[in-house]
């Protein structure tokens, strides 16, 4: 069983930057990839980003591309996401997401979740 801790986040002001951190731990044989999914009030949770633990390959949601970087530490079994120039839109409680099994951009395929932290983008 994975167990997943999030970091990072917080109050940013519009066109500001921020990082989040997902620490795994615990033991999975198919630990395969980790995610980023938000979930704003009123709405579903939708997917951010995802890059696989062996190859590095990663996904985005058309609405972050080209503003947030997701990348990962194996050593340190750590994920990230960085987060550039962000916007009110992007105010959400975003979730760690480990272990796809089905389409990244489907929360249901994802395993193991963690807690999730606040992102609040003040215009």
């Known amino acids: 069983q994975v167990q997943l801790v999030e970091s990072g986040g917080g109050l940013v002001q519009a066109g500001g930057s921020t990082r989040l951190s997902c620490v795994a731990s615990?033991?999975?044989?198919?630990?395969?990839?980790m995610g980023w999914f938000r979930q704003a009030p009123g709405k579903e949770r939708e997917v951010v980003a995802g890059i696989t633990w062996r190859n590095c390959n990663t996904v985005y949601a058309d609405s972050v591309k080209g503003r947030f970087t997701i990348s990962r530490d194996n050593a340190k079994n750590t994920v990230y996401l960085q987060m550039n120039s962000l916007k009110p839109e992007d105010t959400a409680v975003y979730y760690c997401?480990?272990?796809?099994?089905?389409?990244?951009?489907?929360?249901?395929?994802?395993?193991?979740w963690g807690q999730g932290t606040q992102v609040t983008v003040s215009s």
């Open positions: 997401a480990a272990e796809v099994a089905g389409s990244w951009y489907q929360a249901r395929s994802w395993v193991t």
């Open positions: 615990g033991r999975s044989f198919w630990n395969n990839a």
